[in-house]
């Protein structure tokens, strides 16, 4: 039962020689082989890899040599990172069979840790959805209920953690992709400042709005994951040169005096009732606990979805030119008249409808005569809404809405109608857009799934948001799993 544990109880078990690095990753391959058919979490396991890794880590402890929080723990790794000599496809048919020859920066600092990695998750296509559903390979399902989804894009990575198949995993988060699945799996799911954690070896959709980050089963997890991963780097030129604390030193279960906006746009219209009902209940219980709560109006945050339906699809169809058959990746196997047949052909077959819809939305935004009309607009009310976050900031440490605006819909409930599944993202969006650091924690269930409280911080104050979450969780007490 080792791998129901979170990552600072094991490192105790082993730092303390209780158990072995080997035998918790037997363990958790253990759970893999039983559920795995149920949750399809995983587009590729490397288990003797993994293996060898722990029997390494054991050969360390042995010799008494020094050992992180992380070492010998099992992580998995969304398939949109690059993992050399372990295949990487975004969960896309034209990616298929790709092995990278290096590393992410993210992947490597975790390597660099000495963690055991399990697998490489699932995930919507190019990171580009909302429910997982995307996937080239097949969808994941919800571990809470195998009905419904687990939320996107990083749904693999985050039904991983809810189901035990792995201690912790990385996400991306574009619009909300580890805050949205990690709130429909019942998770603690972290998408820290734009810059804190290198974009380096992350396949990248839109560029201005990707960001790496942690999936744990709790906020003491996420805090000592984020240590790990964060930092400057040369390869990434948006990587920030920041003085980067010890975030486990904001794990401390006092709010007193903490001021807290709720923003009232993310109150309304389009939020689930039972939802907002616990959203509220959360907010009564930080009160109790010395907060001071207020409404607050955010007013432009009203026309982040359709700002970020712009720029994100304007920026993944320059990122997304590269595949086009010549270098790397899927190549059409029909007949073609020339090189440009052979572009057009090979990404009609190797990319999905999603990819193939904000592909040509971008591409159409970012041509003459409707750059400035679309995109740049659309920057323009990015700035507006950064302005927003600021002038809120002056005045609270935090903010705090509801991550996702329902529970986990059924399979194939949104599929067919974009419009529709976008509104997942509606309270995850403008927190990219701003480019600054939020996190989803659990904050009860409604209908018998999860619902997720956002909590929203100031650029680069990951340890106010870290404090706020682990105050709730250790006063909350959220203790349900979910049943397999």
């Known amino acids: 039962m080792l ?5 600072h109880e094991l490192h105790k078990k082993l730092k303390n020689r209780e158990i072995s690095a080997m035998e918790l990753c037997r363990d958790v391959f253990k759970r893999i082989e039983a559920v795995e058919s149920k949750v399809k979490a995983y587009l590729n396991l490397t288990e003797e890899t993994a293996l060898s890794a722990a029997n390494a880590v054991d050969e360390k402890i042995k ?5 992180s929080f992380l070492t010998g723990i099992p992580a998995a790794i969304k398939d949109n990172m690059c993992t050399k000599g372990v295949e990487t496809t975004c969960a896309s048919k034209i990616l298929k069979n790709f092995v990278p020859v290096y590393s992410s920066t993210a992947v490597e600092k975790l390597f660099n840790e000495d963690i055991v990695m399990i697998g490489k998750t699932n995930m919507d296509e190019f990171a580009m959805g909302s429910s997982t559903e995307n996937s080239a390979f097949g969808p994941t399902l919800n571990p809470w209920n195998l009905k419904t989804v687990p939320g996107g894009s990083s749904g693999g990575s985050a039904a991983a953690v809810a189901a035990d198949e792995t201690i912790f995993a990385l996400g991306s988060d574009t619009g909300g992709s580890i805050r949205q699945p990690a709130s429909l799996c019942g998770v603690v799911g972290m ?9 380096y070896g992350l396949v990248a959709f839109a560029s201005s709005l990707d960001q790496i980050g942690p999936i744990t089963k709790d906020v003491t997890d996420c805090a000592l994951v984020l240590n790990a991963i964060c930092g400057k780097d040369p390869m990434d030129s948006t990587s920030l040169d920041a003085k980067i604390p010890n975030y486990t030193k904001a794990l401390v279960s006092d709010v007193k005096g903490l001021k807290i906006g709720v923003p009232k746009e993310f109150m309304g219209e389009g939020i ?10 959360a907010l009564e219980l930080f009160e109790k606990m010395g907060a001071i709560i207020e409404e607050i109006s955010l007013p432009h945050v009203g026309q ?6 712009l720029i994100a699809p304007a920026e993944a169809s320059s990122n997304l030119a590269r595949f086009d058959g010549v270098r790397y990746g899927y190549r059409t ?7 440009v047949d052979m572009y057009s052909k090979t990404r009609a077959e190797g990319f999905g409808n999603e990819v193939k819809r904000r592909i040509m939305l971008g591409t159409y935004a970012l041509s003459t005569g409707y750059y400035e009309a679309y995109y740049g607009q659309a920057q323009k009310v990015r700035t507006l809404i950064i302005n927003d976050f600021n002038k809120a900031f002056e005045k609270y440490d935090v903010l705090v809405s509801p991550t996702s605006p329902t529970v986990a819909f059924k399979l194939g409930e949104k599929f067919e109608d974009p419009l529709k599944m976008y509104m997942s993202d509606i309270c995850t969006i403008p927190v990219n857009l701003a480019g600054i650091p939020g996190i989803s924690i659990p904050c009860g269930l409604a209908d018998g799934l999860p619902v997720g409280l956002q909590i929203m911080g100031k650029t680069l104050d990951e340890t ?18 979910p049943i397999l």
């Open 3 to 7: 791998h129901k544990l979170t990552v």
């Open 191 to 199: 998408k820290p400042t734009y810059g804190l954690v290198s974009r």
């Open 333 to 339: 196997k029909q007949k073609v008249e020339d090189m």
């Open 272 to 281: 689930d009732p039972k939802v907002k009902r616990l959203t509220e209940d």
């Open 304 to 309: 982040a979805l359709s700002a970020y339906y």
């Open 464 to 481: 106010t948001i870290l404090r706020a979450a682990y105050a709730f969780e250790q006063e909350f007490g959220f203790k349900e799993k």
């Open 63 to 67: 010799l008494g040599e020094e050992v």
